[in-house]
């Protein structure tokens, strides 16, 4: 098959030999050299509304979200009734807390797809932003409906239902999450959250430890796991997670010569901790572009 072929074994003179090494890349996580294909397709057709949201997608992998928020931008101005691109700019504005806009956004997508999964996805986010819980936790529910096999949904669900005061629903999803993938530490964190809020303080810092072990330098695992510290009685314990926390926010190496845990690198950005499951599902998104690819 030519998509497990080398890209040079395959010298693009094509528009859709460029386009289609570019979804290799991506697939392979070559970002840079995706981004320079798509470069080339939208140099050599600069009406195609499919190349710029695709290079919008591959220019998040690298922090830029003014260049992906202009090509989404320019996507749907070529193409007004481009779902994906709607789904994407949503996303991008939850980035810079425009949540109206990422609603406004959402919508417009889910209008022209009722059932576009990464529209559904921004919507929730920029629901619970908002404090529209309910209507965070009915696109999630709306997304399982679609597709039941999805842990993240069920995370996702369940912190929802955590911060409205859903404690045994809450605990019920994410029991679900944890238990089809293991390994997430954000799925640890929320039960552990959840556990805390129904008394549970054993199970919580079972939990949060957990959570730490996976990813060391997350802040929020350390302010949690602090909380539960505190309601047990540990003070020293509980001042140290919180001074890790600050450290790790504010990427200070210093947090290793007192004994604490630095980050390794600099945490990730929040539309990397909330939105990739989103816009960075290339895989999926790459499946609907292959054949977008042949339209060329």
């Known amino acids: ?115 576009l999964v990464s529209a559904l996805s921004s919507r929730s986010i920029a629901r619970s932003k908002s404090k529209d819980l309910p209507g965070a936790i009915a696109d999630q529910t709306a997304i399982l409906k679609l597709n039941r096999r999805d842990p993240q949904s069920y995370n996702n669900r369940g912190y929802f239902r955590y911060e409205a005061g859903d404690y045994e629903n809450a605990l019920k999803d994410c029991n679900t999450a944890i238990r089809m993938r293991k390994g997430v530490d954000a799925f640890h964190h929320s039960r552990g959250v959840t556990r805390a809020a129904l008394g549970d303080l054993q199970g919580a810092m079972t939990d949060l430890n957990e959570a730490i072990r996976l990813n060391p330098n997350k802040a929020v695992h350390y302010e949690e796991r602090a909380k539960v510290f505190k309601q047990l009685g540990d003070s020293d314990s509980a001042v140290i997670d919180s001074m890790t926390a600050s450290h790790l926010k504010e990427g200070v190496p210093e947090a290793q010569r007192l004994g604490l845990r630095s980050p390794a690198k600099a945490p990730p950005s929040r539309l990397r901790l909330v939105g990739r499951g989103v816009m960075l599902t290339v895989v999926a998104v790459i499946l609907l572009l292959t054949l977008a690819a042949y339209a060329l």
């Open 1 to 115: 098959m030519n998509s497990l072929l080398p890209d040079n074994s395959l010298k693009p003179v094509t528009l859709a030999g460029y386009f289609n090494r570019a979804v290799r890349r991506i697939r392979r996580e070559d970002y840079a050299g995706a981004l320079a294909d798509l470069n080339e397709v939208i140099r050599r057709r600069p009406q195609y509304a499919t190349g710029y949201h695709v290079r919008g997608i591959v220019r998040v992998q690298f922090d830029d979200y003014e260049g992906a928020l202009a090509d989404c931008n320019e996507a749907i101005r070529l193409d007004p009734r481009y779902a994906d691109a709607y789904a994407g700019r949503s996303l991008l504005h939850n980035r810079y807390d425009h949540y109206i806009e990422a609603i406004q956004d959402a919508n417009a997508a889910l209008e022209l797809n009722p059932y």
